[in-house]
């Protein structure tokens, strides 16, 4: 897996927000210098007697996920919780974690922590995000180089090379996001198998990014 080094910082941003308001934190972080976004639904839960009274504690969200360099990435999380004024009850959460390594949209990256000597852990999670209908290629792909199987999610994307419109309006392709936990030896190898697979770096094709994983609970050797 042939990743660059040359000292930047990446971070993961993670915004859950209410249904329907995953495209506005989106076109904030691009004018932010965020080049686009992950979108997927989830299902949050509140603790109020009326909506409680009228069986509607299951409030559907939406989780965004971005990457971006560490200064920017501070920057647009700083823009977007003005904007979205997440200080206020029941407007969403947000937070960014250190992504170890990433590949996809024309460029690699490899965390400096591994060239410093750092421990390395057992286990890492590999986020393939690509278009619906190849998520099994990456399954495949995956399982040829190691991989023990792998959870595939739904969502939409827009990124730079994403988004088109109709009648003036933006339409979001639908993406798949394929998770998978493996172990750090063999996370090089998976790595470059799916990116080799499905050209990753070629441009609107997916991005890879690495999470370290620190505990584990069900895995099977």
Known sequence: MKLSSDGKEFELICFVVNFGVGSKVIKLAKQCGISGGTIF????????PILKFLDLTDIRKEIVLMLGEKSTAEYALKVINEKLALHKPNHGIAFTTTVRGFVGRHFSFRSEQESRGAEIPMYHAIYTVVDRGKAEEVIE??????????????????????????????IEPEKEIVM???ESQTTEAIVTAIRNELHIEQPGNGIIFVLDV????????
């Open 41 to 48: 639904l989830g299902r949050g839960t509140v603790n109020h």
């Open 141 to 170: 792909a995956a399982t040829k180089a190691g991989s023990r199987g792998g959870t595939i999610i739904n969502a939409r994307g827009s990124g730079i090379h994403e988004t088109h419109t109709l009648f003036s309006m933006a």
């Open 180 to 182: 998978i936990l493996a």
């Open 214 to 221: 620190t505990q584990t609970y069900g895995l099977r050797q």
